[in-house]
């Protein structure tokens, strides 16, 4: 397997605070299309696909980087119970981590892409040229949309 090829959009570290009796690699998940529980479900495989941010890693490791610290703050505050103190480094480190997260998912794709998809859509309803165009047998979006392109 190619270095780095499947990477996670959720950080596996976050993934094991969900773990099941002191496993880190198993988790307990509910399907969000279905509700579907699966109670021992291997945590390898969860919120990741291949080059989800592009093959030349730059993105990957940019977020790797910011885990890494993070993970040590968050395991920190589990174990001791205490958050870090108002306005330090850490503290504007955890901030960082939790708006990079809520940006960074599929969910968060897929809205980009509905988005750009309505926009276009919009946007070519006001050209006559467009007038008989079909809308509701095309769909505009960029293909990597999380991935930063060069």
Same mark, same amino acid.
């Given at each position: 397997?190619?270095?780095?090829?499947?990477?996670?959009? *959720?950080?596996?570290? &976050?993934?094991? &605070?969900?773990?099941? !009796? #002191?496993?880190?690699?198993?988790?307990?998940?509910?399907?969000? #299309?279905?509700? =579907? $529980?699966?109670?021992?479900?291997?945590? /390898?495989?969860?919120?990741?696909? #291949?080059?989800?941010?592009?093959?030349?890693?730059?993105? /990957?490791?940019?977020?790797?980087? $910011?885990?890494?610290?993070?993970?040590?703050?968050? !395991? =920190? *505050? *589990?174990?001791?119970?205490?958050?870090?103190?108002?306005?330090?480094?850490?503290?504007?480190?955890?901030?960082?981590?939790?708006?990079?997260?809520?940006?960074?998912?599929?969910?968060?794709?897929? #809205?980009?892409?509905?988005?750009?998809?309505? $926009?276009?859509?919009?946007?070519?309803?006001?050209?006559?040229?467009?007038?008989?165009?079909? &809308?509701?047998?095309?769909?505009?979006?960029? /293909?990597?949309?999380? /991935?930063?392109?060069?």
């Amino acid at each position: 397997m190619a270095n780095k090829k499947k990477q996670h959009y *959720v950080p596996k570290f &976050y993934l094991r &605070y969900f773990s099941l !009796n #002191d496993s880190t690699k198993i988790i307990k998940l509910c399907l969000k #299309d279905t509700g =579907r $529980i699966i109670h021992k479900a291997n945590l /390898e495989g969860q919120a990741q696909e #291949d080059y989800f941010y592009g093959k030349d890693l730059e993105r /990957e490791e940019w977020f790797g980087t $910011i885990e890494n610290q993070s993970s040590l703050i968050l !395991n =920190r *505050v *589990v174990q001791t119970k205490e958050l870090p103190k108002d306005k330090s480094d850490n503290y504007y480190l955890i901030w960082l981590f939790i708006l990079l997260q809520a940006y960074r998912t599929k969910s968060n794709v897929e #809205d980009f892409n509905h988005m750009i998809d309505t $926009i276009m859509k919009t946007a070519m309803k006001l050209e006559p040229q467009f007038k008989n165009f079909d &809308y509701d047998t095309h769909f505009f979006a960029y /293909e990597d949309a999380i /991935e930063k392109k060069t």
